[in-house]
């Protein structure tokens, strides 16, 4: 193995050694800024920089081992060790708030190092060798279900779930479903106050039957889990079998979809399988099948409207047959004007709340300002929004787009179908791109498929970027950014061990406070009026 080492090693370039250095320097500075006990002092200091490009260097001098012909072998080991080159993005990305909570930076030199092994074998195997079956597939799926919805529910039970409230809100509306008082909310009054959501009618039969918080979370994880199956059928009309399993595991481990398992069950946690389904049908020309699963995709949630119309758009630069463009162009505008009406009629009967309404209370008091012109409101919402706010942009765009490496969706114009989520997301005023809200979990949707999209092409045009090795380094790129919801994997108690229904009021005004109430609301929210006599 080792018979050509010399003749590769005597063809190492000043570059070749620049770029070693880089990637030591890199590890020791994410490993600096994510570890409490790092070296203080220069020398220090110096001594695990000089270790670290040892280590990189006998890497590289492994993977130098592995062909003969010396320009192969070069451009071999630098391909395998830049997976490495995933630390450049990971580094800014533990400086939010919601990522830094769990981010363990041995962790993620594990997972790197150990994606390097798997991308350095892909790369030297044959492609046309079998990948993983449907069966291990499957098997991973059901792992991953029974995972989330265990950690998920635990995180319920011990109060250190942080969207408790939205657990309650969503709890009470389905106990009030399933006693004859459809959508209605103490809160604010019916749930169409802010949202035109019919889909949840159809979580009502479940919630029947086990009337807890808990159904609603492991309903959640389920919808999410069983969207591997249309996403497993798209990635088969893009990639190959080998590219497949990779990507699949990108979908599950996406940071945001993975962190919805840690979020209440919002409306578009449920969406995923839905929108896939409608996508899988699309590509397929199945226009019935489309039709369906686009229908139910807009009874999630009013602004679905605007997807809708974006298929309507794409089919028609697809030059697609004239009912795809213009079925889902007016299901759309009709849904919307629906949504509208609707929404501005239960506003007229309940109290308008800004606060769960506060995305579409936040646009409409920027740019439909009474007293001043059109022009005036435009300038002005685009100035206070975070498209006027060029940190605020940028960090949105770095924490969705970095898991997938940045360029690779745009190699591919079908990301542009999660464009209208992505705009309502930037003409807010403060950044809600973050893995663990619910706001961007169809541009996320959009953002993989285009993934599998781009690899096909790269895998055709450069000889390069096989697709089963394209896929890998994907896969490996945003594995790392899921470790910042793993902080919920172990069990602590933060509120009472006991808190039944008739202990609450009591136990809210104790000393410790707000914190932990608003923590317990999820818990004892089953009656109609529970959440207003609180």
Same mark, same amino acid.
């Given at each position: 193995?080792?018979?050509?080492?010399?003749?590769?090693?005597?063809?190492?370039?000043?570059?070749?050694?620049?770029?070693?250095?880089?990637?030591?320097?890199?590890?020791?500075?994410?490993?600096?800024?994510?570890?409490?006990?790092?070296?203080?002092?220069?020398?220090?200091?110096?001594?695990?920089?000089?270790?670290?490009?040892?280590?990189?260097?006998?890497?590289?001098?492994?993977?130098?081992?592995?062909?003969?012909?010396?320009?192969?072998?070069?451009?071999?080991?630098?391909?395998?060790?830049?997976?490495?080159?995933?630390?450049?993005?990971?580094?800014?990305?533990?400086?939010?708030?919601?990522?830094?909570?769990?981010?363990?930076?041995?962790?993620?030199?594990?997972?790197?190092?150990?994606?390097?092994?798997?991308?350095?074998?892909?790369?030297?195997?044959?492609?046309?060798?079998?990948?993983?079956?449907?069966?291990?597939?499957?098997?991973?799926?059901?792992?991953?279900?029974?995972?989330?919805?265990?950690?998920?529910?635990?995180?319920?039970?011990?109060?250190?779930?942080?969207?408790?409230?939205?657990?309650?809100?969503?709890?009470?509306?389905?106990?009030?479903?399933?006693?004859?008082?459809?959508?209605?909310?103490?809160?604010?009054?019916?749930?169409?106050?802010? =949202?035109?959501?019919?889909?949840?009618?159809?979580?009502?039969?479940?919630?029947?039957?086990?009337?807890?918080?808990?159904?609603?979370?492991?309903?959640?994880?389920?919808?999410?889990?069983?969207?591997?199956?249309?996403?497993?059928?798209?990635?088969?009309?893009?990639?190959?079998?080998?590219?497949?399993?990779?990507?699949?595991?990108?979908?599950?481990?996406?940071?945001?979809?993975?962190?919805?398992?840690?979020?209440?069950?919002?409306?578009?946690?449920?969406?995923?399988?839905?929108?896939?389904?409608?996508?899988?049908?699309?590509?397929?020309?199945?226009?019935?099948?489309?039709?369906?699963?686009?229908?139910?995709?807009?009874?999630?949630?009013?602004?679905?409207?605007?997807?809708?119309?974006?298929?309507?758009?794409?089919?028609?630069?697809?030059?697609?047959?004239?009912?795809?463009?213009?079925?889902?162009?007016?299901?759309?505008?009709?849904?919307?004007?629906?949504?509208?009406?609707?929404?501005?009629?239960?506003?007229?009967?309940?109290?308008?709340?800004?606060?769960?309404?506060?995305?579409?209370?936040?646009?409409?008091?920027?740019?439909?300002?009474?007293?001043?012109?059109?022009?005036? +409101?435009?300038?002005?919402?685009?100035?206070?929004?975070?498209?006027?706010?060029?940190?605020?942009?940028?960090?949105?765009?770095?924490?969705?787009?970095?898991?997938?490496?940045?360029?690779?969706?745009?190699?591919?114009?079908?990301?542009?179908?999660?464009?209208?989520?992505?705009?309502? +997301?930037?003409?807010?005023?403060?950044?809600?791109?973050?893995?663990?809200? =619910?706001?961007?979990?169809?541009?996320?949707?959009?953002?993989?498929?285009?993934?599998?999209?781009?690899?096909?092409?790269?895998?055709?045009?450069?000889?390069?970027?096989?697709?089963?090795?394209?896929?890998?380094?994907?896969?490996? =790129?945003?594995?790392?950014?899921?470790?910042?919801?793993?902080?919920?994997?172990?069990?602590?108690?933060?509120?009472?061990?006991?808190?039944?229904?008739?202990?609450?009021?009591?136990?809210?005004?104790?000393?410790?406070?707000?914190?932990?109430?608003?923590?317990?609301?999820?818990?004892?929210? =089953?009656?109609?009026?529970?959440?207003?006599?609180?």
């Amino acid at each position: 193995m080792f018979s050509n080492f010399k003749a590769n090693l005597a063809k190492v370039s000043l570059k070749d050694v620049f770029f070693l250095l880089f990637l030591s320097c890199i590890i020791v500075f994410f490993f600096s800024i994510n570890s409490e006990s790092f070296a203080a002092n220069y020398w220090a200091g110096l001594t695990i920089l000089l270790l670290t490009l040892g280590i990189v260097f006998s890497a590289w001098l492994f993977f130098l081992s592995g062909f003969k012909p010396s320009t192969v072998a070069l451009k071999f080991a630098r391909l395998s060790l830049a997976p490495v080159l995933i630390l450049l993005f990971l580094i800014p990305y533990s400086y939010f708030y919601v990522q830094l909570d769990g981010m363990k930076p041995m962790g993620c030199l594990f997972i790197i190092a150990l994606g390097i092994i798997i991308f350095n074998t892909i790369l030297k195997s044959d492609v046309q060798k079998p990948g993983p079956s449907l069966f291990c597939i499957s098997i991973l799926s059901i792992i991953y279900a029974v995972f989330f919805s265990t950690i998920s529910v635990l995180r319920h039970l011990n109060y250190q779930d942080d969207s408790s409230f939205d657990v309650a809100i969503y709890s009470q509306i389905q106990w009030n479903n399933i006693h004859g008082h459809f959508f209605q909310t103490s809160f604010s009054g019916s749930n169409f106050v802010t =949202h035109n959501s019919p889909f949840l009618i159809l979580l009502s039969p479940f919630y029947f039957i086990y009337p807890h918080p808990e159904t609603l979370l492991i309903l959640k994880t389920l919808f999410l889990t069983f969207a591997v199956v249309p996403f497993y059928l798209i990635l088969k009309h893009f990639v190959n079998e080998r590219s497949i399993f990779p990507l699949m595991l990108g979908y599950l481990f996406f940071p945001f979809i993975v962190g919805q398992n840690f979020n209440a069950p919002h409306e578009t946690c449920f969406l995923p399988p839905l929108l896939l389904f409608a996508f899988y049908f699309y590509l397929k020309n199945r226009f019935r099948g489309f039709l369906v699963f686009l229908l139910l995709s807009l009874s999630v949630k009013e602004h679905m409207a605007l997807i809708a119309i974006m298929f309507g758009l794409y089919s028609f630069y697809l030059k697609k047959e004239k009912h795809w463009v213009i079925v889902p162009i007016l299901l759309g505008i009709a849904w919307g004007i629906f949504s509208m009406w609707i929404i501005y009629h239960f506003q007229k009967i309940y109290h308008v709340d800004p606060y769960p309404a506060w995305l579409i209370d936040n646009i409409k008091r920027r740019f439909l300002r009474p007293d001043h012109a059109i022009w005036s +409101n435009v300038v002005w919402g685009l100035q206070t929004s975070n498209l006027g706010h060029w940190f605020n942009f940028l960090r949105s765009f770095f924490l969705l787009f970095s898991p997938a490496c940045i360029i690779l969706p745009f190699f591919s114009i079908i990301w542009v179908l999660g464009m209208p989520e992505l705009m309502i +997301n930037f003409l807010a005023t403060i950044p809600i791109s973050y893995p663990t809200w =619910h706001y961007d979990i169809v541009a996320s949707i959009f953002i993989l498929i285009a993934c599998a999209s781009a690899i096909k092409k790269l895998s055709l045009n450069v000889s390069l970027c096989r697709g089963p090795g394209t896929s890998c380094l994907v896969f490996v =790129h945003l594995y790392p950014r899921s470790f910042f919801p793993l902080v919920g994997l172990y069990p602590y108690q933060n509120g009472p061990s006991l808190c039944e229904d008739n202990e609450y009021g009591r136990w809210v005004n104790s000393p410790g406070g707000f914190c932990q109430s608003y923590q317990t609301l999820g818990r004892v929210c =089953h009656r109609q009026k529970r959440l207003f006599s609180l």
